[in-house]
């Protein structure tokens, strides 16, 4: 199980952290340390789009990021908490959405690669 936390409503320009904790061994026989983690976004209306992933490894952790959140969102991953997260600095409206986190046998900025996907947490920035 995937489950996220850390949303919430916050000004123009504020920051929050997202978490995604991984839990359980529904993702079969692979632990948390073999998938590649996925932050996605859907806001009221849209489709769900790519934010940013991370690739899985003890070092050398190869990190990617949509463009219009380059710069300003930060994904990092814990494994010993089985935890990912996502910084998320100089908020902007249209940062407005639920995020997911989901999880993936290798990287990728489409939704379909993702196996495992989280309920979502919702951010809201107010303008």
């Known amino acids: 199980q995937l489950v996220e936390s850390g949303g919430g409503l916050v000004q123009a320009g504020g920051s929050l952290r997202l978490s995604c904790t991984v839990s359980g061994r529904a993702y079969s026989d692979y632990a948390f340390k073999d998938y590649a983690m996925g932050w996605f976004r859907q806001a009221p209306g849209k489709d769900r789009e790519f934010v940013a992933t991370i690739d899985y490894g003890v070092s050398d952790e190869a990190t990617y990021y949509s463009d219009s959140v380059r710069g300003r969102f930060h994904v990092s991953r814990d494994s010993a908490k089985n935890t990912v997260y996502l910084q998320m600095n100089a908020l902007e409206a249209e940062d407005t959405a639920v995020y997911y986190c989901?999880?993936?046998?290798?990287?990728?900025?489409?939704?379909?690669?993702?196996?495992?996907w989280g309920q979502g947490t919702r951010v809201t920035v107010s303008s």
């Open positions: 989901a999880a993936s046998r290798y990287m990728s900025v489409n939704a379909p690669a993702y196996e495992f």
